[in-house]
């Protein structure tokens, strides 16, 4: 079982191995002598080719028979399908199969070719030849003639010649029959070693040759086949005399061998054959038997006396390598001696190699016409080289005698596939004539060669060619149509129709152009204008006439050359242009641009005005206008000249344009107020008035023009209050909120005027005074009053821009809250510190009231005063001020600065000053700081003033008085030491209190009240006036 696997298992493998190879073999069995179109066999099905894995096939699979050019093949195949029948032609075992003693088999080769490359195989059909009884068996001769001697004993046997049949095993020669044999002989049949059987006639009864000398009877043979097929023939037996003594071969069998190019003549071998008789009976005839082949009897000869075997004629080993002589040696008598010569024909290298050429691609008059773009591998021919020789000199190679695109690759057993070996290419080499040698092993070798024909078929593979892929060319604008511009050519390396070239314009060829299909002449059709195009880049197309055709296309760029047909063109008919009027001479005013569509010299503009005008001069290339004169919108408000433009051609052309220079204004004058007429008027504003009231109109003038002389109005400064508020744009001030009581009195307003001139613009202040009051009764007193309050400083708003957004706005909002609540929460308690450090010196301050001098110039505070008096536990000598930081609202629309003031308790004691000793008492502010009396005064909406000494002291006054906190103002005589001894008027060295001192980041305007000596109170009967007319200058809020 172990063998039988391990050999299916090799036969699997050799089957693979040859199926991938390429090569394969397939056996089938035909009878001979079948008739035509007789199903032998199917190879797709036999191959499994249908189990190949599906490829993309450039054509159906086809099988195409090979066989050599000449012969008729005894089968055909359908090529489509591969099934295999037979032919018309004989099929003839005995003549196929001629010459063939030993090997019984008959065999008929073919081989086919699988198509198409991609699955290409080539197999070798075996076809065995069954032999059929379509021959009979014959005799050698009609007539066999045999001779007997008369004293032969019973049973004795003698040799018949054999018959002779072509076919083979049952269908040769079985059976031998004596016909009327007349009981005196009998027919046996032995069989020989070599299979043959051989009649012989036995003697069954005693011989008288002088009763009857001669017998004829027939001998019948058979053979074994179906139908059985039979012949006769007459032998003739003659009674001889007697002879006692047979021949005798000294050897029986003999073997020799002789070169095939033995001469004719040549000794074979020497027969010797002895008689033990004498005389006539010991005479030796030797000849060959009836079964020994013609051609052995053609070749071969045999001296009959001798028995020299000699060559006859030349010998081939090829036609025959060995023969069978089988030599008779007869005295005479009817028992002749045989002996078996077996002549080997000895191989000599003799024999040129044989080429045999089987086309694949069937030649066309013995030329094979391939395409030139025929795949790599592609089968041509089937080269089998055959040597009749043997060994050594029977072995063969064949190659080609030198480089050619195509190889021999070996399949089978000197047998070689011709096929591509690389890309074949027309326009190369367009035939091949490839020499096939053939060479054997031999010493010396022999050599054959045969020519096997390739002619190429030209295929449409090369696309034209341009003689310039890139053609530039130059034209002229203005060209007359139908101008020819030029001749583009293409070369087609292809043959026939692929070479035949037309001409096209690219799908992006402009109008303008037109190419000639045949002869590829380029011309313009239209005019050409440079200044709509300089340039036309576009693509030609060359396309052959193949099947399917190649294109191939080259670039054409025409460019067009310029003419001074056109004019400079300003970018403008007229221009204007606006210079300020402080432009410095030789500025530069403007830049005129001027166009020419043409090139080169016929675009080279050049610039100057016209009408002599030397006012202003221009750049002759650059076109900028510079004026050699200095402006004056005042004295003239425009220029007016013109521009000529000239092209540089050959034949110039010129254009002209208008140009206008406008002087314009510059912002070089500040606002000026007309209403007021100054700062020293004032307006009545009457407190009954309601919100909203327009109080005063600010009327300013600016001489600029345009946005210059365009103004706003705002309140920059005094409003402390924020009572008013001012239109921006008509510059009326009207009242904010009611006015109450306590804003009675002269109100300070510093409004500003501001233009709106680029790229800075000019303002200018003045002061608006704004009496409160129900009537005027004292004109020349207010006038006073407001000559004064020019004399004190207003602090301005500080201006701040508004780009907070609403989340800094709250934050800054909740910042404000808790620091005002610190501040409330650190006033009370410092406030409550310095009640309580400050009891003990109140009572002494009690003591020394007498020496006190206040002014309390409003007598609406006495009645307070009276009760602070009553009241014993209140301290009558403590003076609390306090120092208010206001954060100015968002809403506040004429005032868009913030102010900020913060409100902290100042302590003072009450002490004479007189008695106090200011030098003694460190400051608690810094040199730096600013004098907060002087702030409070400009910040005062009354003005401040000196109480003069010449007022007489009453006792009426020496009661302590608490002063508003919000509307207080006080002076100090010259005499006084709380006036400021540091040249710098923000400085207070001197008049420092024993207080906490405050720092605080934000701008602090601090309202100080402090003591007045005796003397001063003395003075106090100098605002009578102000009192008897309503006038409270203490009364009225800031």
């Known amino acids: 079982m172990d063998l039988l696997s391990g050999t299916y298992i ?32 199917d190879l797709l099905k036999d191959l499994n080719l249908s189990l190949i894995p599906d490829k993309s096939l450039t054509t159906p699979m086809q099988f195409k028979l090979v066989y050599k050019t000449g012969d008729v093949p005894l089968i055909r195949i359908e090529e489509g399908t591969g099934e295999i029948f037979t032919t018309g032609a004989r099929i003839d075992r005995e003549k196929l199969c001629a010459g063939i003693i030993v090997d019984t088999h008959c065999f008929y080769e073919v081989e086919v070719a699988v198509l198409p490359d991609e699955i290409f195989r080539l197999v070798k059909i075996r076809f065995l030849i069954e032999d059929i009884n379509d021959n009979a068996p014959l005799f050698p001769a009609t007539v066999i003639n045999i001779s007997i001697p008369e004293n032969s004993a019973i049973n004795s046997r003698y040799a018949v010649p054999a018959a002779i049949d072509p076919d083979t095993g049952i269908n040769g020669v079985q059976n031998y029959q004596l016909i009327k044999g007349q009981n005196i002989f009998g027919l046996d049949i032995i069989e020989t070693p070599e299979g043959e059987k051989m009649p012989q006639l036995i003697v069954q009864k005693e011989l008288d040759r002088e009763e009857k000398d001669t017998y004829v009877m027939k001998v019948k043979v058979e053979d074994g086949g179906f139908p059985q097929r039979s012949s006769t023939a007459i032998l003739q037996v003659s009674v001889a005399d007697t002879n006692d003594n047979h021949p005798v071969f000294k050897e029986d069998e003999i073997e020799v061998s002789i070169p095939e190019n033995a001469p004719v003549g040549s000794s074979v071998t020497q027969l010797h054959a002895t008689d033990a008789d004498i005389g006539e009976n ?48 007869s005295d005479g008598g009817l028992m002749p001696a045989r002996a078996m010569v077996l002549v080997n024909v000895t191989d000599v290298n003799d024999n040129v190699p044989l080429i045999d050429i089987r086309y694949i691609i069937n030649p066309i008059n013995g030329t094979v016409v391939l395409s030139e773009n025929a795949p790599l591998n592609t089968k041509i021919a089937l080269i089998t080289v055959t040597d009749k020789d043997a060994d050594h000199n029977g072995r063969v190679t064949c190659f080609t005698d030198h480089e050619v695109p195509f190889r021999l690759r070996p399949v089978f057993s000197n047998q070689f596939l011709l096929e591509t070996a690389a890309y074949l290419d027309y326009e190369s080499t367009r035939e091949y004539a490839i020499k096939l040698l053939a060479s054997d092993a031999g010493k010396p070798p022999l050599n054959q060669s045969s020519m096997l024909l390739i002619k190429l078929k030209d295929e449409n593979d090369n696309a034209p060619v341009f003689t310039q892929p890139f053609i530039s060319l130059s034209v002229p604008e203005n060209n007359s149509p139908g101008t020819q511009l030029t001749k583009i050519s293409a070369t087609d390396a292809d ?54 055709s190649l294109i191939t296309n080259a670039t054409v760029l025409v460019t067009i050359l310029d003419q001074n047909d056109n004019s400079p063109v300003f970018t403008h008919n007229e221009y204007n242009f606006y210079v300020p009027e402080n432009l410095p001479r030789h500025g530069t005013v403007g830049l005129i641009t001027v166009t020419d569509p043409d090139y080169g010299e016929n675009s080279a503009v050049t610039l100057s005005i016209l009408d002599a005008n030397d006012d202003f001069t221009i750049d002759p290339q650059s076109g900028v206008i510079q004026p050699n004169i200095s402006f004056d919108r005042e004295k003239q408000e425009s220029y007016t000249f013109n521009v000529k433009a000239e092209d540089g051609g050959r034949v110039s052309h010129s254009s002209t344009a208008k140009v206008t220079i406008n002087v314009v204004d510059v912002n070089d004058n500040k606002p000026v107020f007309v209403v007021p007429p100054s700062n020293y008027s004032f307006e009545l504003v009457s407190p009954s008035a309601n919100p909203g009231t327009v109080v005063f109109t600010v009327v300013a003038i600016d001489n600029d023009t345009g946005m210059n002389a365009e103004l706003h109005y705002s309140i920059v400064g005094g409003n402390t209050k924020g009572l008013f508020m001012i239109d921006q744009t008509t510059g009326n001030i009207t009242l904010k909120e009611k006015c109450v ?75 404000a809250i808790v620091a005002g609540t610190i501040t409330v929460i650190l006033v009370i308690f410092i406030t409550a510190v310095v009640r309580c450090r400050q009891s003990p010196h109140l009572k002494a301050a009690q003591k020394n009231k007498q020496n006190s001098e206040w002014v309390t110039p409003n007598p609406e505070n006495r009645q307070m005063m009276m009760m602070k008096k009553k009241k014993k536990h209140t301290p009558k000598n403590l003076l609390l001020n306090f120092v208010t930081i206001e954060e100015a609202k968002a809403d506040d629309a004429d005032n868009d600065r913030n102010t900020v003031t913060l409100d902290l308790p100042v302590e003072l004691e009450e002490q004479t000053m007189v008695k106090y000793n200011w030098g003694t008492t460190p400051t608690t502010f810094k040199p730096d700081s600013p004098d907060l009396a002087q702030h409070y005064k400009s910040a005062s909406p009354q003005p401040a003033f000196q109480i003069q000494p010449e007022t007489p002291l009453n006792l009426k006054h020496h009661i302590i008085q608490e002063l508003p906190l919000d509307n207080t103002f006080v002076g100090c005589d010259s005499i006084s030491k709380c006036s400021s001894s540091s040249s710098d008027p923000y400085s207070i060295s001197e008049c420092s209190y024993p207080v906490t001192n405050i720092k605080t980041p934000v701008s602090v305007h601090t309202r100080l009240t402090w003591g007045i000596s005796s003397r001063m109170l003395q003075q106090s009967t100098a605002t009578a006036p102000y009192i008897g007319h309503g006038l409270s200058p203490l009364g009225c809020r800031s």
């Open 495 to 548: 043959t026939g129709r692929n070479a035949e070239i037309h001409y096209l314009l690219g799908i992006d060829a402009p109008s303008e152009f037109n190419l000639d299909h045949r002869t590829g002449i380029l011309t313009a059709v239209k005019k050409l204008d440079r200044e709509k195009q300089e340039k036309y880049s576009f693509t030609v197309l060359a396309k052959d006439n193949g099947m399917p």
């Open 741 to 815: 009581l306590a804003d009675l009195g002269l109100h300070k307003l510093l409004v500003k005027a501001k233009d709106l001139g680029q790229p800075d613009s000019l303002f200018s202040v003045i002061n608006v005074n704004l009496f409160v009051n129900e009537s005027m009764t004292n004109a020349t007193l207010i006038y006073e009053l407001v000559r004064k309050n020019i004399e004190i400083p207003v602090t301005q708003n500080v201006e701040t821009t508004h780009t907070s957004s609403p989340s800094s706005d709250y934050v800054k909002i909740m910042v």
């Open 10 to 41: 090799f036969a699997v493998l050799l089957a693979c191995v040859v199926f991938q190879s390429g090569a394969q073999e397939k056996n089938y069995t035909i009878r001979e002598e079948m008739p035509e179109n007789v199903l032998i066999g």
């Open 282 to 329: 010991a005479r030796i005839h030797f000849y060959f038997s009836s079964l020994v082949s013609s051609v052995a009897k053609r070749l071969f000869h045999l001296n009959s006396t001798t028995g020299l075997i000699t060559v006859k004629e030349p010998l081939d080993r090829e036609e025959s390598p060995n023969h069978k002589l089988l030599v008779l040696a």
